[in-house]
């Protein structure tokens, strides 16, 4: 099911990250779409954002912001199990985001001379949720908890309107922010809602976000670069990727569930087993048949796995797994091998990475305590997961006394005339010509 690639002799860097599977998804293709749904909803507002509404979800909304008693409503409804669930995901997600959230620290490069770095959260930030082929509340978890847990103090989430829902989100969406506390809530989706973010709709009541995060699809990733000189952006999510570093020692089914855990999200998702065991490649591939015609959404599945984003890759040694899957620096990596630590060791590039035999990606995707919002598309060689840190800027804090900056007065004035800028090194000696004369 899966197609193979001999990488058992390795090319240079560059041959190898075009040789490795990846969807093809263009963001540059879908940009000018999204450019012109932003900038429709930046000249007619909230009427721009219902028609957007009618024609991709094929429902228009009442009313665009979620009215308080939907929210509770939808609460009220959810299933206690999944209540439960939700419960024990902001728990250990909460705990994980506060982690992330960096201490002030200070420096004293001398006597009198202090630079201290604090960390300050945005004002407020808009957070998307995807609608499309699945309803993901762990999304509203991921985005609000690291939001909350930075000390952000306005937060607003988007979804799709729904047309099996009279025009709402979806209502565990609905739920999940409720449990939140987040009762700025808006039934629009794509492009248009990640204009709104960042450009706000006076005529809801949307002000302008400083911060837009959350996964979607390719347009919506456009729209995040259409609108990064605007407001700070995460990553431009893709179709999610998981890459398993197996050897001989593995369980071939479960490298399969894993495998097609992912592939259900999304045709277009990338399956990927990289190994050094030619026999467990074929266990494999036996197995992900199996599983793949036996899963509800089958259809999906099998369209992910028989794409050319997915793959069997064999290499000669684990050290060459590594290799491949730093250039490839997926969204997810699962190791399962015989000395995972000897592994992870290698590996520099990757959103997530699951350690052992019990810890499957569909863990992060919900209860780990991790975040699951992940660069996708190779994105992880340069950017983080979303996190708290997303959410803070540092700011130096400067503090000399009178002696401290007197021992570096001929450094500055002598700099400052270097560099043709004569005010900067007399804005120096100004704070020494009362004391001198």
């Not at 909803?41 to 979620?66: C, H, K, N, T, Y």
């Not at 993901?136 to 799709?160: D, E, K, T």
């Not at 837009?212 to 990553?235: E, H, M, Q, Y």
Request: hydrophobic share 50%.
């Amino acid at each position: 099911m899966l197609r193979r690639l001999d990488l058992t002799t390795l090319p240079d860097e560059h041959e190898l990250r075009a040789l490795l599977p990846r969807p093809a998804v263009d963001v540059d293709r879908a940009l000018p779409a999204a450019q012109e749904l932003i900038a429709d909803v930046r000249e007619r507002g909230a009427e721009a954002l219902a028609a957007q509404a009618e024609r991709f979800d094929g429902v228009r909304p009442a009313e665009l912001r979620v009215p308080a008693a939907a929210l509770q409503e939808a609460l009220a409804a959810l299933d206690p199990a999944v209540r439960a669930a939700l419960e024990t995901a902001i728990e250990r997600v909460r705990i994980g985001s506060a982690a992330q959230v960096p201490a002030p620290t200070a420096v004293e490069p001398a006597p009198g001379a202090a630079v201290e770095l604090r960390w300050q959260p945005v004002d407020r930030v808009g957070l998307y949720v995807p609608g499309g082929k699945a309803v993901y509340p762990s999304s509203v978890v991921m985005n609000v908890v690291a939001a909350q847990a930075a000390g952000v103090r306005s937060i607003a989430v988007a979804s799709p309107a729904q047309a099996e829902h009279d025009g709402l989100p979806h209502p565990t969406i609905l739920a999940a922010c409720a449990l939140l506390g987040v009762d700025e809530v808006y039934a629009m989706g794509g492009a248009g809602a990640v204009g709104a973010f960042a450009h706000g709709v006076p005529g809801i009541g949307l002000a302008p976000v400083d911060v837009v995060t959350g996964p979607g699809n390719v347009f919506v990733a456009a729209a995040k670069r259409a609108v990064a000189g605007s407001v700070r952006v995460d990553s431009e999510a893709g179709p999610t990727e998981i890459l398993v570093i197996a050897d001989g020692t593995a369980d071939a089914e479960l490298i399969a569930a894993d495998l097609v855990s992912q592939a259900e999200h999304d045709e277009l998702a990338s399956a990927v087993l990289v190994t050094d065991d030619a026999a467990l490649a074929d266990r494999v591939d036996e197995a992900v048949a199996r599983r793949a015609a036996a899963t509800a959404s089958s259809a999906r599945v099998g369209a992910s796995l028989a794409g050319e984003q997915s793959a069997i890759v064999l290499v000669a040694d684990l050290t060459a797994a590594a290799r491949v899957s730093d250039a490839y620096a997926p969204e997810h990596l699962e190791i399962m091998t015989a000395d995972d630590d000897a592994v992870l060791a290698r590996i520099r590039h990757a959103g997530a990475i699951f350690l052992g035999a019990h810890t499957p990606v569909s863990l992060g995707d919900y209860a780990a305590g991790s975040n699951h919002v992940l660069p996708t598309g190779g994105q992880a060689r340069r950017v983080a997961g979303l996190g708290a840190a997303t959410f803070l800027r540092p700011q130096q804090v400067v503090r000399y006394d009178r002696a401290a900056l007197a021992a570096v007065r001929a450094d500055v004035v002598a700099l400052a005339a270097a560099e043709g800028l004569p005010a900067h090194g007399e804005a120096i000696e100004a704070r020494f010509e009362a004391g001198e004369a």
